[in-house]
């Protein structure tokens, strides 16, 4: 059962489970959970069922993990705090390499064309200014602020997640499954702080794909102020900046006002002590936390995996079908599941 270890392993640590949690659970030993992780020893059929119902996954997911094209354990990238816990962040991890796993046997019966697709740049000859504005003109961004950042997203072939993290300190991961990028988001984050955190994945999958640096959250930092507010058009909307302009350039930029401050502050339209003091003044009635007059935007939701969910049921399949397809032991865990994205599923 070439890859079950990875994959059990994967899937335990998404769970949020430890080794001997799960040994009580299916039955047996740690030492036996070892084994089957570490690959020395296969489970029988019995134990293999009660691990895959454990851990919610089929046990054809369980078994064929040598399907999965690519390292399962691939470092992730990961925008969090600095106050995140190695547990947390670990156990976040696992949760985004099950999601591409997942992904990767659904695509065994599914192709997804999409009309754009996401570039990949050398960091060592690319700035992350360069690269975000290279982006905007391949995917043909009208200029100023990005609307519906999440649609553009998925018309590159971007399978875009917001999940419930359980935790507020980290924000958002992000890899590749094939030629897919997958992007998962703490959906307990606020709208503007999505959008930003969206936008900082992708400059990780466009200029940390195959060239991981040592400033590498710094550069999909600048990537994603380019992208989201690009100099020449947000520079003069920052003439003359006070507490009262503030809502309006986040209504309009849709970032938040921390945002908007570091990005005048890094185009030399505000000194650091004006950063400090405007911080300051939109922090003491909590508006940097609670973004006050957001709009939500129904059309920043997700739709990709919802439309690939409604493509298998127009073909046929029930819904424990197309569940079992993408490897999910419960229908209601499926997010592939039954509405218009800019894809052609096919």
């Known amino acids: 059962m070439d890859g079950l270890g990875d994959v059990l392993t994967i899937a335990r640590r998404a769970r949020g489970l430890t080794r001997p949690e799960l040994a009580e659970l299916v039955g047996v030993t740690q030492p036996a959970i070892i084994r089957y992780e570490s690959g020395v020893v296969d489970p029988d059929e019995s134990?293999?069922?009660?691990?895959?119902?454990?851990?919610?996954?089929?046990?054809?997911?369980l078994t064929h993990g040598n399907?999965?094209?690519?390292?399962?354990?691939?470092?992730?990238?990961?925008?969090?705090?600095?106050?995140?816990?190695?547990?947390?962040?670990?156990?976040?991890?696992a949760r985004l390499n099950l999601v591409r796993v997942h992904a990767s046997f659904l695509f065994e019966e599914v192709s997804i064309a999409s009309e754009q697709q996401v570039p990949v740049f050398d960091p060592e000859f690319t700035t992350p200014e360069v690269a975000a504005a290279m982006v905007r003109t391949q995917w043909r961004l009208p200029m100023g602020p990005v609307r519906y950042l999440t649609r553009w997203l998925e018309a590159a072939g971007c399978l875009v997640f917001e999940e419930d993290f359980g935790i507020e300190r980290i924000d958002g991961l992000s890899q590749w499954v094939d030629d897919h990028p997958i992007v998962l988001v703490n959906a307990n984050a606020t709208a503007h702080r999505k959008r930003l955190t969206k936008a900082h994945e992708l400059g990780?999958?466009?200029?940390?794909?195959?060239?991981?640096?040592?400033?590498?959250?710094?550069?999909?930092?600048?990537?994603?102020?380019?992208?989201?507010?690009?100099?020449?058009?947000?520079?003069?909307?920052?003439?003359?900046?006070d507490l009262g302009m503030l809502p309006e350039l986040?209504?309009?930029?849709?970032?938040?006002?921390?945002?908007?401050?570091?990005?005048?502050?890094?185009?030399?339209?505000?000194?650091?002590?004006?950063?400090?003091?405007?911080?300051?003044?939109?922090?003491?009635?909590?508006?940097?936390i609670s973004e006050p007059d957001v709009e939500v935007a129904a059309a920043e939701k997700p739709t990709l995996p919802v439309r690939i969910g409604k493509i298998l049921r127009t073909q046929g399949f029930s819904e424990e079908q197309a569940a079992r397809i993408a490897g999910y032991a419960n229908p209601s865990e499926n997010p592939f599941r039954p509405e218009v994205s800019h894809l052609r599923v096919v």
């Open 47 to 61: 134990t293999l069922a009660e691990l895959a119902g454990a851990l919610g996954v089929t046990e054809e997911f």
């Open 250 to 288: 986040e209504r309009d930029w849709g970032v938040p006002m921390s945002a908007l401050l570091e990005r005048a502050y890094r185009l030399g339209q505000i000194t650091l002590a004006e950063r400090v003091e405007l911080t300051a003044s939109v922090n003491a009635p909590g508006w940097l």
């Open 67 to 93: 399907r999965f094209r690519g390292a399962l354990a691939v470092g992730e990238h990961m925008r969090r705090r600095r106050t995140s816990t190695a547990a947390a962040w670990r156990q976040m991890e």
């Open 204 to 241: 990780h999958l466009v200029l940390h794909s195959n060239t991981p640096t040592e400033q590498l959250e710094e550069e999909a930092d600048r990537f994603a102020a380019e992208f989201l507010m690009p100099a020449d058009e947000i520079g003069p909307e920052f003439d003359g900046i």
